[in-house]
């Protein structure tokens, strides 16, 4: 592993996370906006998980974004309730666990956690504009070329909806140890992701990030209207 790239110990991932929640009830507790949405975060090995209810997508981008702000945060995970309805929530590749119990979970073997089989290298079983929210958490460095997930994944999402993204970063040793891993991926890779052209399904990275182990991503679904990325955006997480 690169000398530069330490994994944070599990003491200061403690620390970290504690920095976090102190950090977000201040922001809440200063930012009028924030006080008017039930939603609440919580902080684990960095990642935020928001839970509550706002009154529309819009809403919920502002919390994601206020949260993201934060230093030390890696993704921002959701299970927010849009208008009084619970969000339709996929995991891809689930296995036993799911990321979060109610989960519906996707996988290619059954296991206790698995609710569909799926072949997660062909079409997924779901229609247009279905889900809310998709995890691919170690799956992608299992795929020979994982485009046509990424491109299932913008199908079934509906407008607004996110697909989190979580897998070994290519210069820690998890990444090579395990054989059944066919590719390497980088905080850079989801850059490529999002800029892909001629026609393919677009993407815009409303965080990105790597502790030293793992690459995050959360990748909002683009329709055919939406603006492309801003490039000072992009800025943020890309080189």
């Known amino acids: 592993m690169p000398a530069a790239v330490r994994v944070p110990s599990p003491e200061r991932l403690r620390a970290i996370d504690m920095f976090l929640d102190g950090a ?3 922001r809440v507790r200063h930012d009028g906006q924030l006080r008017e949405f039930d939603v609440r975060a919580r902080f684990d090995q960095g990642v935020a998980h928001l839970t509550g209810d706002v ?9 994601r974004q206020r949260v993201g702000e934060l230093a030390g945060v890696l993704g921002v995970w959701s299970r927010v309730r849009i208008a009084g309805r619970a969000p339709v929530v996929v995991d891809l590749g689930c296995g036993r666990t799911k990321q979060y119990a109610g989960n519906i979970g996707f996988d290619l073997r059954p296991a206790p956690g698995v609710d569909v089989l799926a072949d997660l290298s062909g079409s997924l079983p779901l229609a247009d ?11 992608l460095e299992h795929l020979s070329d994982f485009l046509p997930l990424l491109d299932e994944a913008h199908r079934v999402l509906r407008p607004g909806g996110v697909l989190h993204v979580l897998s070994p970063w290519w210069g820690h040793v998890n990444a090579i140890a395990d054989p059944t891993h066919v590719r390497l991926l ?8 999002c800029r892909r052209m001629h026609d393919a399904p677009r993407w815009f990275p409303l965080h990105a990030g790597c502790d030293g182990a793992s690459v995050f991503a959360d990748l909002l679904r683009l329709g055919p209207d939406d603006p492309d990325p801003d490039p000072h955006h992009m800025a943020r997480f890309f080189d």
């Open 24 to 26: 977000w009830a201040d």
């Open 55 to 63: 009154d529309g997508h819009d809403q919920l981008r502002l919390v």
């Open 129 to 139: 504009a279905s889900v809310d929210v998709l995890f691919a958490v170690h799956i």
């Open 186 to 193: 980088d905080v850079q890779t989801f850059k490529g992701i």
